[in-house]
């Protein structure tokens, strides 16, 4: 069992930077792999980010690679999400996922994102 609660999101011009994060409970946290999705308006949910229980191992979708940047802080229960050069095409809801082997048990609240010309 696992909690994850997502923060970090808000309105911000195409251009621009955000950092999402995740806190999880508990002290489990180095036990799971971790994974970031989003939800746009009119579209089915997506994959975005996932990282290893290492942290070591990264995995992107293409439409962010070499603009997003996951990554995670064990000792704060933290995973993180650096958006860089956002376009409107990033807007979303925003969802943080965990799971012992990317199974994705347990997620988040969402939290928004909206990205203006």
């Known amino acids: 069992q696992v909690q994850l609660v997502e923060s970090g999101g808000g309105l911000v011009q195409a251009g621009g930077s955000l950092r999402l994060s995740c806190a999880a409970s508990?002290?489990?946290?180095?036990?799971?792999?971790m994974g970031w999705f989003r939800q746009a308006p009119g579209k089915e949910r997506e994959f975005v980010a996932r990282?290893?229980?290492?942290?070591?191992?990264?995995y992107y979708t293409d439409s962010v690679k070499g603009r997003f940047t996951i990554s995670r802080d064990n000792a704060k229960n933290t995973v993180y999400l650096q958006m860089n050069s956002l376009k409107p095409e990033d807007t979303a809801v925003y969802y943080c996922?965990?799971?012992?082997?990317?199974?994705?048990?347990?997620w988040g609240q969402g939290t928004q994102v909206t990205v203006s010309n």
């Open positions: 996922a965990a799971g012992p082997t990317y199974d994705w048990s347990y």
């Open positions: 508990g002290r489990t946290f180095s036990a799971y792999s």
């Open positions: 990282i290893s229980r290492s942290g070591i191992s990264t």
